[in-house]
């Protein structure tokens, strides 16, 4: 791989700088763009446990909407618990307020016992639809997820993955 470098022009290994630099440029407005679409800070998400099944396995990705702001009982949202940044996939079991006061949810996973009172910040008793939700569940793709999984419980596998990335950009010929 190096001797490969080695032989590359300064102009030509510019060009692939450029050229990965764009790959990792488009990958990013995609997601900000769909982030702008969706009104969603994380428009897609991956089910990370089995608190869903059977509605969802663990590694579907989620593709979510947070446009309709009236979230009603039996809905499934994302939720950020505050002071924690792993979002959690939950249906909606009771709601409270709504019109001029501002709607509150209760979520529990479906293969739950009970709700998500427990998993929410301290004093914290229902979920703000304004400020908690991420977006609610539009579609899913099974399984397709399990990637980002297998790439957080093994670290080693995002550097080989970013390594093999990184060296087909760059000695890719035209």
């Known amino acids: 791989m190096l001797s490969a470098?080695?032989?590359?022009?300064?102009?030509?290994?510019?060009?692939?700088?450029?050229?990965?630099?764009?790959?990792?440029?488009?990958?990013?407005?995609?997601?900000?763009?769909?982030?702008?679409?969706?009104?969603?800070?994380?428009?897609?998400?991956?089910?990370?446990?089995?608190?869903?099944?059977?509605?969802?396995?663990?590694?579907?990705?989620?593709?979510?909407?947070?446009?309709?702001?009236?979230?009603?009982?039996?809905?499934?949202?994302?939720?950020?618990?505050?002071?924690?940044?792993?979002?959690?996939?939950?249906?909606?079991?009771?709601?409270?307020?709504?019109?001029d006061e501002p709607l509150q949810l209760l979520t529990k996973g479906d293969n739950n016992n009970g709700d998500d009172v427990e998993l929410y910040a301290r004093d914290q008793d229902f979920l703000n639809r304004s400020t908690d939700i991420i977006g609610s569940v539009r579609a899913y793709a099974p399984l397709i997820g399990y990637v980002t999984i297998l790439l957080s419980e093994h670290p080693w596998l995002k550097t080989v993955m970013l390594g093999l990335m990184g060296a087909v950009v760059v000695l890719q010929r035209e």
Not at 25 to 37: N, P, Y
Not at 40 to 68: H, K, T, Y
């Open 5 to 99: 470098l080695s032989g590359l022009q300064p102009r030509q290994l510019a060009t692939q700088a450029l050229n990965f630099a764009l790959i990792l440029s488009t990958a990013f407005m995609l997601w900000k763009g769909l982030s702008v679409v969706t009104d969603s800070p994380s428009p897609i998400v991956v089910v990370l446990s089995g608190s869903m099944e059977p509605a969802f396995q663990r590694g579907d990705l989620l593709f979510l909407w947070n446009r309709g702001r009236d979230t009603q009982v039996g809905e499934i949202v994302v939720y950020n618990v505050r002071g924690k940044d792993i979002p959690i996939v939950h249906r909606v079991v009771r709601r409270f307020g709504g019109g």
